[in-house]
Nanobody
Framework: QVQLVESGGALVQPGGSLRLSCAAS????????MAWYRQAPGKQRELVAH???????NYADSVKGRFTISRDSAKNTVYLQMNSLRPEDTAVYYC????????????WGQGTQVTVSS
């Protein structure tokens, strides 16, 4: 059974930092590209950051220079380091795993809430 379990969401003040984690089980971690998405109330889910199985990364323009995605193959975990947080970063953040060759093998976590507010 595939599981993606996110953690690290919290209430933080503007300008603060958080690190989200997503622990994967039930998949061959190295065969999957990983990503973080977010969904704010009343808005569509959007891609925040993506990392390939080989470690190549890309980011939404709105988070470039502030967020960093990374992966630890020894722990089957992907991280999202978020710095200089803004109120507009408030959303539920979801972890995503997509097989590098079989795109239909795509899995989602349950989400973790990030709230940026003073």
């Amino acid at each position: 059974q595939v599981q993606l379990v996110e953690s690290g969401g919290a209430l933080v003040q503007p300008g603060g930092s958080l690190r989200l984690s997503c622990a994967a089980s039930g998949i061959i971690f190295g065969a999957y590209d990983m990503a973080w998405y977010r969904q704010a109330p009343g808005k569509q889910r959007e891609l925040v950051a993506h990392i390939t199985s080989g470690g190549l990364t890309n980011y939404a323009d709105s988070v470039k220079g502030r967020f960093t995605i990374s992966r630890d193959s020894a722990k089957n975990t992907v991280y999202l380091q978020m710095n200089s947080l803004r109120p507009e970063d408030t959303a539920v953040y979801y972890c995503n795993a997509r097989h590098t060759l079989v795109g239909s093998r795509t899995y989602w976590g349950q989400g973790t809430q990030v709230t940026v507010s003073s």
